[in-house]
């Protein structure tokens, strides 16, 4: 029993001792992160539509369709910056329409027919009349309207890299103020990076985003505005990266 004052006694003595040597050890750092976005003149665009027909018979709710849906690839593949390959028919959906009555479905009295088209032009001087010769040859809905580059690759690196400046900047900007300085870093970390247009909804899918940024570029070359009635603007390449730098 008379031990035990003294050991506890000797613990103490021995954190003591190593306390000065453990905070020694301690890495003094900050942590910061880039977020960076750059705005791109579109030199792209994707239109999605929606060919959708109605009759009391599957074949002939079907054969409307098929014959809209005709009419637009003739007219798509027909226009100036789109390749045939960039026209594709990538949904079709069949729904019967049943009568109701009492709150129940009862016998079918007709056929839902449903199509996706998607087109992508590479013109986008030609995308006001193309939209328009497709409502006429038939398609009942638009469903988006994406506006992209074809250079994504260049820009998102171009991003990543101002995103990395602007961690370095913060962590100047905040060390500085406490008469810090920061050294190497010690920890990179890569955050999300994408590319955000203006998205609509269709039968097949939805798409949007967006990202707040604190260094912004304006890149690319190309119409900025529009004399007609529809301006594409401009698309964001986002980029966000966390970096650790050691305080000397």
Known sequence: ???????????????LIAAPGFA????????????????????QVILTLGVETFDSTMGNAKAD??????????????????????????????????????????EIVGYFVRKTITITLDDIDQFEPLLASVLEAGATHVHGIAFKTTELRKHRDKARAMAIKAAREKAEALCGELDEHIGRPIDIRDGNDGWWSSYGSWWGGNRSGAMMQNAVEFSGSGRESSDGPIAPGLLSVTASVGVTFELQ
């Open 24 to 43: 020694e050890n301690v890495t003094r750092k900050v942590s910061v992160r880039g977020n960076a976005e750059v705005k791109i003149v579109p030199d």
């Open 65 to 106: 369709n098929d014959r809209r849906t005709t009419a637009i690839l003739a007219v798509a593949t027909s226009t100036d910056g789109v390749d045939n390959n960039n026209v594709k028919t990538d949904y079709l959906q069949i729904n019967p329409k049943h009568r109701s009555e009492h709150n129940r479905s009862t």
């Open 1 to 15: 029993m008379k031990r035990f004052p003294l050991l506890v006694g000797i613990v103490a003595l021995a954190v």
